[in-house]
């Protein structure tokens, strides 16, 4: 009996490495040696310590730019769900409060909701993100397609201080370790129409000057976007979820009890 309870152990484990693998290439296509522009790091410092996220520019290019002025600075985290997320970025304390704008959803296939520790935007329906964002504790896949992510986990040790994050926790601010000025000035117009928004709304943030992206930046960030990302991988992946992590998703989903499987509202 106990040699086939370690068999049936070993083979678990075996399973469970090889759908754990499946996820894992996401991430590797993304994080290569060759990635400049791409290689993009947040660090969220907060009351619990020092958050790090992976971003992906290239996924959500334009819900990235609030930091650099400071909106986010001294904000606290106004909602919590067990098992679930804690959401943050309203610089009224109150859970009602946004920048005075709205963004569109910006959805990728090779991102989603399938992991724990993702750093994505609240909303109140279809393209009406503002400030606000939530990181999950848990995988919630009924996410997908509903809320833009523009951000992952980095290590083991962020995501136990994520964990510890509650209701009340302050992000004293937010840095950046690579080209985010790029990503800006690849969106220049647009962030220049936040910019007036905030100039009204929020008088007092630190200026920060966008400047144009020249014509070699723009061909050199694109190019690096194919390298990294090739079409046929992505057509692969698709439907590729393994057995195993499908099944495990759907037990941790079920006894985590997740609520709500709605989306994540901004008021």
Not at 10 to 36: D, P, Q, W, Y
Not at 122 to 140: E, K, R
Request: charged share 25%.
């Amino acid at each position: 009996m106990k040699k086939i309870s370690k068999l049936l152990l070993i083979t678990f484990i075996l399973l469970f490495s090889i759908g754990c693998s499946n996820s894992m290439k996401k991430m590797k296509k993304v994080f290569r040696t060759e990635a400049h522009y791409n290689n993009i790091v947040a660090t969220f410092v907060t009351t619990q310590g020092e958050i790090k996220f992976y971003l992906y520019p290239e996924a959500a290019p334009i819900t990235v730019a609030l930091a650099k002025r400071g909106f986010y600075d001294n904000t606290k985290f106004t909602r919590s769900v067990e098992n679930f997320m804690i959401q943050g970025g309203d610089p009224t304390g109150t859970g009602y409060g946004g920048p005075g704008y709205t963004i569109p959803d910006e959805f990728v296939n090779w991102l989603d909701f399938y992991q724990q520790g993702m750093l994505a935007m609240a909303n109140a329906g279809p393209n009406t993100g503002g400030s606000q964002f939530f990181l999950t504790f848990y995988p919630a896949d009924w996410l997908n397609g509903l809320h833009t992510v523009f951000g992952e986990i980095k290590s083991e040790g962020d995501f136990i201080r994520l964990r510890k994050l509650e209701v009340g926790d302050v992000i004293k601010k937010i840095t950046f370790e690579g080209d985010i000025d790029l990503i800006l000035s690849l969106n220049k117009d647009m962030v220049d129409d936040w910019n007036v928004i905030l100039d009204s709304e929020y008088p007092d943030l630190k200026k920060y000057p966008v400047k144009e992206a020249t014509a070699t930046q723009k061909a050199a960030y694109m190019q690096e976007l194919e390298n990294i990302y090739q079409k046929d991988d992505f057509e692969e992946e698709k439907d590729s979820e393994y057995y195993p992590t499908r099944l495990i998703r759907g037990v941790f989903n079920k006894l985590g009890n997740y609520t709500p499987r709605e989306p994540v509202l901004s008021n």
